[in-house]
């Protein structure tokens, strides 16, 4: 019988001749291009490069390094290469392929990038310390925002009023502070603010059952006429309910001594240490609580969640109101975080980046950290190089974070799947 | 997504509607203009917009800093802010018509009817904005980037206008048709990867429109736009031969791009209305399942909708590049995309109704121009005038909506309760046989 058996045809391997794997092209597509444009980086870079570590610790002076800016250049398009080159081998092979290495490319090409917008100055030095500090500071508005999306979505309500939410939270923010001369107070006006809005949101959304983009879009432009309406009434005749208040910065004793990365993480506003508290908070209750439970329940699959009991349409209400707090305090950021004065439209478009951090992270709260944070250090990285003078115009490095989201939004980053129900009212 | 975008609220998947509506076959001519006149629609329209103006004024009033000094000593002498409030309610109105329909502080007639044209004016671009969200709504998908359509318009027709010179006639179409394709080309990329890829085109639109904002502000400082000398954010003027020519002659700034906006609403009811095109894009709106199921391409349909679409907004903004401004700079698109959409809302995504919607929007932001140069007034209450518009028709269309259900709930339950009772009298006829 053994004989019969080795006789036929191995029909394993005639089937597998025709059916293969498919090749995931991301990781080798994306890391090629990151590597063409280390070479012409690398290749235009030219004399020295100053590197300044100022303020990296209080345990010694962090001075300004200077680097030959094209041996860098070549060292690190020679470290993205071979990485690549692992890449396009294993991917070929239908291996499993280390996310890690196109981690170790994109910073290559970073490197790279930042060592060719202060090549051959004298003058200017590429403020690291600041550029990390500046970079977190300007995602923390990123990090609420997307913290709100994630809560209203998940449980199915679209936000798009995200911008006015921020917006409505640096105008309360500081006219509370202004009225009782204190920036702290200012931290509780600011998420009431962005709740007030919140509450048009779900009164229209869920109530009325109007069409969620449709209500997130005239919300933001009520926002917005009416901050500006009363800047130019309230704020300009009454100029003390609109003074510059700042938050004092908060130094962590032992952890803001750490180089380079102490100063970033821990030397920051209160508001900051908020946010990281409210990703870590979030990201439990989320996904290791009951009420996240049914707060997902509900934009899954609300019609499972009323069978259950779970009362949908109140716990959406709940997760709106929580959403317009979280981007009302992110919003406070823009005045009583950065000592200015509150300015017509200054929440600029970040509640839209929010938007686009949240999507590119999957719609979880640590997703939406690290997207944030993507967006803050490049947004920080235009204000750098516009500082600096850098030989591209900044304004094309500051479309990055939106080119990004565009590519997550179209699958070139892996399935973007939302809540099934979201945007969907119920009954 | 798949219904057409609208402000009355979603009905549940399950609920049908019986028997609500008329036969539309039954009417004539004479029944279908006093529907349109006098239907329930209407009427929550009007009373919405009257709402909104009676809540911006009130809000003029409550801020106005003659009106808040009063308010102090309010119980002492009453009549002081009741004097001072009433001044500034009738001053908002005085100046809303003053500065949208008619000035009669001016010496002249042709001068006190400016305001009128300056409204229609003002209209032309926030039309076209519409009757291209108005496609795309009708197709059920949420061209909320015809802000950046609209940039990038206006960066092509500028471009051809400013870098060209050409003869009268034909210098005026090329820009034209520039901004055209340049508006047609921002929507094209969402439409290829919603078609392609199935990406959600709300969030690509959104990116867009800031992509286009800082590729306006980067193509500004280069001196291809601004000229030999010339500032960054502002280029130099188009060519003569460029610009849209004024048909109310010099007094007046009424140009050629009116007839514009007045032929594109024509063309997208042509399109909607009486195309095959049309037909199967509103197919695709209603339900893409069974669209799909009648041989309809439907993921072609919504990408030539979003081009389309674009290419509207690129048409919307060579009124600007090429009839008012003459020229490109950042602010040019000002907030002219966020308000279309509130346009297209307002004319609840027909053309016809787009149309007269940009026309009281366009009065709207003229009295509003008035009112902060006469009253001092900001001008940002325009913007909150708009919104409270949409929020309150959304608001009556839910009420009203919530009426019907419930009409409807208890005729069932009548319907019910008339069967059991048969049923129960069928029962005890057949027990007792």
């Known amino acids: 019988m053994s004989a019969q058996v080795e006789t036929l045809s191995n029909p394993e391997t005639d089937i597998q001749s025709d059916a293969k794997l498919a090749v995931q092209w991301r990781d080798p597509v994306v890391s090629a291009l990151m590597v063409v444009l280390t070479l012409l980086l690398a290749s235009m870079s030219k004399g020295q490069s100053n590197i300044s570590f100022r303020g990296a610790s209080t345990w010694f002076e962090g001075g300004i390094w200077t680097i030959p800016a094209a041996g860098t250049g070549w060292l690190m398009f020679g470290v993205a290469l071979v990485c690549t080159g692992i890449i396009w081998y294993r991917s070929l092979g239908r291996r499993h392929v280390s996310g890690w290495l196109l981690v170790v490319v994109g910073v290559a ?40 999306g994630v809560v209203n979505e998940r449980s199915g309500v679209i936000n798009i009023a995200i911008e006015g939410q921020l917006l409505l939270g640096a105008f309360a923010g500081v006219v509370f502070a202004s009225m009782f001369n204190n920036p702290w107070v200012g931290l509780i006006g600011a998420p009431l603010a962005g709740m007030a809005l919140g509450a048009l949101l779900a009164w229209f959304a869920i109530t009325f059952r109007t069409e969620n983009i449709v209500v997130g879009v005239v919300l933001n432009m009520l926002a917005v006429g009416f901050t500006s309406f009363l800047f130019s009434t309230l704020l300009k005749n009454s100029p003390h309910l609109n003074q510059p208040m700042k938050l004092p910065v908060i130094r962590i004793p032992f952890l803001a001594d750490i180089p380079i990365i102490g100063p970033v993480l821990f030397r920051q ?136 989201t565009i590519l997550a939004v179209a699958g070139f980053v892996g399935a973007v799947r939302p809540p099934a129900a979201e945007g969907v009212p119920y009954p | 997504m798949s219904n057409a975008a609208t402000l009355t609220p979603i009905e549940p998947p399950t609920r049908d509607v019986p028997g609500s509506e008329p036969n539309a076959q039954d009417e004539n001519w004479v029944h279908k203009l006093l529907r349109l006149f006098f239907n329930p629609s209407a009427a929550t329209v009007t009373f919405a917009i009257l709402l909104a ?169 280069t001196e291809t736009f601004k000229g030999p000398g010339g500032y960054a954010g502002k280029s130099m003027s188009i060519g003569t031969n460029a610009a849209y020519p004024l048909i109310l002659g010099h007094g007046f700034r009424l140009h050629f791009g009116f007839i514009v906006a007045v032929i594109a609403s024509f063309f997208l009811w042509w399109l909607l209305d009486r195309s095959t095109f049309g037909f199967e894009l509103r197919a695709a709106g209603a339900n893409p399942r069974a669209a799909e199921t009648a041989g309809i391409n439907v993921r072609r349909t919504m990408m030539l909708t979003l081009v389309l679409s674009g290419a509207l907004a690129g ?17 040019l698109a000002g907030t002219i995309g966020f308000d279309a959409i509130t346009v297209a809302l307002l004319g609840k995504s027909r053309p016809v109704g787009v149309f007269f919607a940009g026309l009281l929007f366009g009065a709207l932001n003229a009295g509003g121009a008035l009112m902060q140069s006469s009253a001092g007034i900001p001008v940002d209450i325009v913007q909150i005038t708009q919104a409270i518009i949409v929020l309150a028709i959304a608001g009556s269309e839910a009420v009203r909506w919530m009426r019907q259900r419930r009409k409807q709930d208890e005729r069932t339950v009548e319907k019910v309760d008339a069967a059991d009772s048969t049923d129960r009298s069928a029962k005890t006829n057949g027990a007792v046989a």
């Open chain 2, 53 to 221: 103006l009676v809540i911006g004024a009130l809000i003029v009033v409550f801020f106005d800093p003659d009106v808040q000094a009063t308010m102090g000593y309010f119980f002492q002498r009453p009549s002081d802010f009741f004097s001072e409030a009433g001044r500034a309610f009738t001053s908002f109105f005085s100046a809303l018509v003053r500065g949208a329909i008619f000035d009669w502080n001016q010496p002249t007639f042709s001068q006190a009817i400016r305001p009128a044209t300056e409204s229609i004016v003002r209209a032309i671009p926030l039309i076209i904005g519409g009757l291209a969200i108005a496609l795309s709504f009708t197709a059920g998908l949420f061209n909320i980037g015809v802000q950046g359509q609209i940039i990038l318009g206006a960066i092509f027709g500028g471009y051809v206008g400013l870098a060209f010179d050409l003869p009268p006639f034909i210098h005026l179409l090329a820009a034209v048709f520039a901004a055209i394709v340049g508006g047609a080309i921002w929507g094209f990329i969402p439409g290829i990867l919603k078609a392609r890829l199935g990406a959600n085109e709300v969030i690509v639109t959104i990116m867009l429109n800031s992509i286009a904002l800082l590729l306006m502000q980067a193509l500004l400082s």
């Open chain 2, 315 to 331: 048409l919307a903004a060579s009124a600007p590049v090429l009839g008012t401004e003459k020229g490109l700079s950042v602010g």
């Open chain 1, 109 to 148: 090409f970073v490197i790279t990038f930042l060592v060719w917008v202060v090549a051959d100055r004298t003058s200017a030095s590429l403020p690291v310390v600041s550029l990390l500090a500046g970079g977190l500071m300007f995602a923390t508005p990123l990090v609420f925002g997307a913290l709100s």
């Open chain 1, 269 to 404: 506003t209160i508001l900051v240490y908020l946010m990281y508290a409210a990703v870590i908070v979030m990201q439990f209750l989320l996904f290791n609580s009951r009420w996240g439970l049914r707060l997902r329940a509900s934009g899954e699959k609300p019609q499972a969640a009323d069978t259950v009991g779970i009362k949908v349409n109140r716990i959406r209400w709940h997760s709106v109101l929580l959403g317009g707090a979280l981007a009302g305090m992110g919003g406070a950021i823009f005045t009583i975080g950065q000592d200015l004065a509150f300015s017509k439209n200054m929440a600029a478009g970040n509640g839209f980046i929010a938007l686009a951090a949240m999507i590119l992270g999957r719609w979880n709260p640590t997703g939406a950290l690290a997207a944030a944070l993507l967006f803050g250090f490049a947004t920080n990285l235009g204000a750098v190089m516009q500082s600096v003078g850098a030989p591209i115009p900044a304004e094309y490095v500051l479309m990055t974070p939106y080119i990004v």
